[in-house]
């Protein structure tokens, strides 16, 4: 027999809270009802939730400070246009990659990182580097995204099924214990 997911009350264990899957909105009320800051995201929320349970220091994460915008790149950008150090990802940016690359143009993890780290490399270099990793298969997605991952994997285990089922699959994957799903 499966064991039911336990209610979230000050009972609980902060082992018995990282066994089950919980929607943020969940975490966020009950650290508000037991006085543990909400701040952050699922991930950080739950293991402050997990210390806080357990009775244990929970040493918040370092933030970084927001990085003041970078200047505008002067127009008209071109491909020969070099990317300076600590360019972001701006607008101006996205509406020179979809006019070259065209709609599909979106800011992926290897975007990002290419901007971020690109100082003294140029814009037709970016464009060469989109269509290089279009073809590395598709990204990872990260832990912090547990439904999409799920549905990722349960597509490509079950092609053709549709919507409705991939669903009640996730809302029975869910339901489990982490230890106790498949893969575990």
């Known amino acids: 027999m499966t064991p039911r997911r336990p209610a ?10 990282l066994r089950w899957y919980w929607r943020k909105d ?19 929320l739950t293991a402050r939730l997990a210390a806080a349970l ?8 370092r933030t970084t400070a927001r990085r003041p915008s970078a200047p505008r790149l002067p127009e ?9 150090e600590g360019q972001r990802c701006s607008q101006q940016l996205r509406a020179f990659f979809q ?5 599909a143009f979106h800011f992926d993890a290897a975007m990002r990182d290419f901007v971020a780290t690109g100082a003294g ?13 279009r073809d590395a298969g598709r990204p990872a997605i990260g832990a912090q995204f547990e439904l999409n991952r799920f549905l990722r994997e349960w597509h490509a285990a079950h092609p ?3 919507r409705r089922a991939a669903l009640q699959a996730w809302r029975e994957h869910r339901s489990l ?3 106790a799903r498949p893969g575990a």
Do not use: M, N, Y
């Open 26 to 44: 969940e975490l966020v009320s009950f650290a508000r009802r037991i006085g543990v800051g909400t701040g952050g995201g699922k991930q950080e």
């Open 121 to 133: 490399r140029t814009l037709g270099e970016a464009v060469t580097h989109w269509h290089a990793t």
């Open 177 to 179: 214990p982490v230890d």
């Open 54 to 61: 357990d009775g244990e220091p929970f040493t918040e994460p």
């Open 8 to 17: 979230l009350t000050s009972d609980l264990t902060g082992r018995e809270l």
């Open 99 to 103: 006019q070259r690359i065209g709609p």
């Open 76 to 84: 008209p950008l071109t491909e020969d246009t070099v990317l300076p």
């Open 160 to 162: 053709g099924a549709g």
